[in-house]
């Protein structure tokens, strides 16, 4: 008779459905015919221990405490490790599955996956977010010294034991190939767009510019490697050194270095022209950039940025907003011509091309229309997901299919 298929997916880095690409394959995968269930931590809004949305069943743990140097960013892998172990025990027990879909980081589910297709023959499936080597360097700095090989012998270990690597852009799919030993029929680009439907651009909202004429906004983590630090130091060489006093800038997120940027906004004497709003609502969020006037992304060029496609990119893109990015390469592929672009890491070129986007509104109205139609025409979640269809076809087969 046929059954459907079953998928396990495991996170660490959000619960779910907050973060947004886990839940987007989750949807998209038991739309097509699977059955899902998720393992993740508790935390922002969604603290139920087991609950079932849209049909897919979802498991959570205490999160672990915030990562603020290098002993807690290590307790952080088995602390995890242990919590979804006992998880995925119960779930094997309660209903089964065919395959582990692991999302990074860490890179120690490898581990659970090798009992259970040891036990039954399950597929192992790497979902690969973030390079951990390379994010370690980019938040922690230093030399290729221990722990940058531990990660790196984490991540061996689970390109080893995987049966395919779904990759979240080209240079990442590279990196599964060179790095990895994959072959290229094993590995699959599923980006992360949004679902346009999802992030329809709203009427704007003069209020939220706080009497100025110009509204800028940043969204997105505000951890090490995010460089809000940069973006601070730039908003002063706008205010305080060009002297544009009618520019509100607006820092949406939060993350492990909130206070630490907070405090430096103080420090530089921006609290009137920066509000920091921490996190929000979707329709909030919606609001601010339906408003803003450009939006910011200034993640600097470090091993792990360079080669990673930052979401919000994407995000601002589909509400149709022109930005100023670092000239990072996979933000260059997303955005391309509607962006301007400062060299890597220089703050000051950085807020000149802010002021060069905010004095110019015609390029800035023909950037943000390039980037709204590039979304729907082809970045948005409905066309990039036929990858992931596509990947769990090689893999399992249909969403249903005959057992014996």
Known sequence: ???????????????????????????????????????????????????????????????????????????????????????????????????????????????????????????????????????????????RAFFFWLLRLLERATYRMADMVISTNLSYREHAIEVGGFGSEDVFVVRSGPRVESFTPLEPDPSLKRGKKHLVCYLGVMAPQDGVDYLLRAIRHVVDVVKRKNVHFVLIGAGDSFRAIKALRDDLGLSDYVEMTGRISDEDVRRYLSTADLCVCPDPKNPLNDVSTMNKVLEYMTFGRAMVSFDLRESRYSAGEGALYATPNDEIEFGEKIIQLLDDEELRSSMGEENRERIVEELAWEHTSEELKRAYEHLLGPGEAERG
């Open 1 to 143: 008779m046929a059954e459907k298929n079953r998928i396990l997916i495991i996170v660490e880095n959000l619960p779910v459905p907050f973060d947004r690409r886990v839940w987007l394959e989750s949807t998209t995968l038991r739309e097509a015919g699977y059955d899902v269930t998720v393992i993740c931590p508790q935390g922002r809004g969604h603290t139920e221990k087991h609950e079932v949305i849209e049909g897919i069943d979802i498991y959570r743990y205490p999160p672990p405490p915030p990562t603020t140097n290098k002993l807690s960013y290590a307790w952080e892998f088995p602390y995890c490790w242990i919590e979804t172990m006992k998880l995925a025990s119960r779930v094997a027990r309660e209903k089964g599955f065919d395959a582990i879909h692991a999302c990074n980081p860490p890179d120690t589910f490898f581990l659970i996956a090798l009992l259970y297709k040891l036990r039954g023959g399950v597929r192992f499936v790497y979902d690969q977010h973030d390079l951990c080597p390379e994010l370690y360097l980019s938040r922690f700095g230093g030399r």
